[in-house]
Nanobody, 112 residues
Framework: EVQLVESGGGLVQPGGSLTLSCAASGFTFSSSDMKWVRQRPGKGLEWLFGISSGGVVSYFLDSVKGRFAISRDNAKNTMYLQLNDLKIEDTAMYYC?????RGQGTQVTVSS
């Protein structure tokens, strides 16, 4: 059974930073392509970044390019999302995803 557990969210001021983690289990993480997605209040899911099993990064959302970064540690079965220069509009539930499977998410709230 695929299990994805996100952590690292919280309340941060505009301009601040957070590092989100996604702990994966129940499948061969090192062979799996992964994604970070988010859902802002009242909005649909937005794809942010994808990362292949070999670490090749794809980005999907211009508004986070240059501010966010995706990475993975296959030895730890963990994927990360570094969030820098956070803006109020980045407030959202952030999820990691493998195929159609998503974790429970971690809430990021950006507020002054």
């Amino acid at each position: 059974e695929v299990q994805l557990v996100e952590s690292g969210g919280g309340l941060v001021q505009p301009g601040g930073s957070l590092t989100l983690s996604c702990a994966a289990s129940g499948f061969t993480f090192s062979s799996s392509d992964m994604k970070w997605v988010r859902q802002r209040p009242g909005k649909g899911l937005e794809w942010l970044f994808g990362i292949s099993s070999g670490g090749v990064v794809s980005y999907f959302l211009d508004s986070v390019k240059g501010r966010f970064a995706i990475s993975r540690d296959n030895a730890k079965n963990t994927m990360y999302l570094q969030l820098n220069d956070l803006k109020i509009e980045d407030t959202a539930m952030y999820y990691c995803q493998k195929g159609n499977d998503r974790g429970q998410g971690t809430q990021v709230t950006v507020s002054s």
